[in-house]
């Protein structure tokens, strides 16, 4: 059988896994917080058919003959560039100006509060559950400084978060207070997270969570501050993705023809015997 034939299924195969990717961002382009997925190519191992020589007295050198064999899976980035800010007027609506993430988790009345099982996340749209906690809308406790869950007592006048991560509140006797200061974790290699959905990351080896100082807020360290009363859209360009789609689909088609031509040869080869 004609080699070709094989380049161009694994063509095919590139090209598929590449359109898969950007229609999962095109489909996220309203999701808070979503980082947008890069697929790149890169070649298989090349047949040497013949070897490089080195120049002699009386002839010079000759480069090596090799034949690809094809194109592979290279990478599926994680494209880690903030989005756009966007105002919602929603006191509870947060978005990072820079660097860092917020860290959710689980708590429960056995760690007196303490947040386990970290996830990372830069949609920032909290929500207050009856006993006054700042979760997610999945019901995970945001992480304050001190690593416990942030309660504004429900009784409250009014409350309101500062832009270095202070969520204060003004007590039922007209007291201003302050429920604690939220954390935000950062990360040498950013593009390191794992993706686990909900608009959630999860730390990997490569990924490489900054520990010194331990406890991280906004604006030190090299993180952003906070943005109240805002959200951070998703990092997807709508243009690029639908002109990348362009490129992939007539990749695909010319990948296609490949086999299609390689056919055509095979079918020549196979009248030959008549």
Do not use: C, W
Not at 177 to 186: D, E, H, P, S
Request: proline fraction near 3%; glycine fraction near 14%; charge should be neutral.
């Amino acid at each position: 059988m004609l080699r070709s034939m094989y380049l161009g299924i694994s063509g095919m195969k590139n090209f598929q896994t590449k359109l898969d990717v950007l229609g999962n961002n095109i489909a996220n382009v309203n999701t808070y917080g979503y980082k947008k997925g890069r697929t790149t190519f890169q070649d298989l191992v090349s047949q040497q058919v013949a070897g490089a020589t080195a120049p002699g007295a009386n002839r010079g050198g000759v480069n090596a003959k090799q034949v690809g064999l094809g194109s592979q899976i290279g990478t599926v980035d994680t494209v880690q560039t903030a989005g756009s800010i966007q105002s919602t007027g929603r006191p509870l609506d947060l978005a990072i100006s820079g660097d860092g993430y917020f860290i959710v988790g689980n708590s429960g009345t056995q760690n007196n509060g303490t947040v386990t099982n970290p996830m990372y996340t830069r949609a920032g749209n909290f929500y207050l559950d009856r006993n006054g906690a700042l979760v997610t809308g999945s019901g995970l406790y945001l992480q304050s400084s001190t690593n416990q869950k942030i309660v504004i007592p429900p009784n409250s006048q009014s409350y309101g978060i500062g832009s270095d991560g202070s969520v204060n509140y003004i007590d039922n006797t007209g007291v201003s207070r302050v429920a604690g200061t939220i954390k935000l974790a950062k990360f040498a290699n950013n593009e390191g997270l794992q993706k686990v959905g909900g608009n959630l990351f999860a730390d990997t080896p490569n990924a490489g969570l900054v520990t010194t100082p331990a406890n991280i807020t906004p604006g030190n360290s090299g993180t952003g501050t906070l943005v109240s009363s805002a959200l951070e859209m998703s990092n997807v360009d709508l243009s690029e993705e639908f002109t990348d789609m362009i490129v992939a689909q007539r990749g695909f088609q010319a990948n296609t023809r490949i086999i299609t031509t390689s056919d055509e040869i095979l079918q020549e080869l196979v009248n030959l015997k008549r």
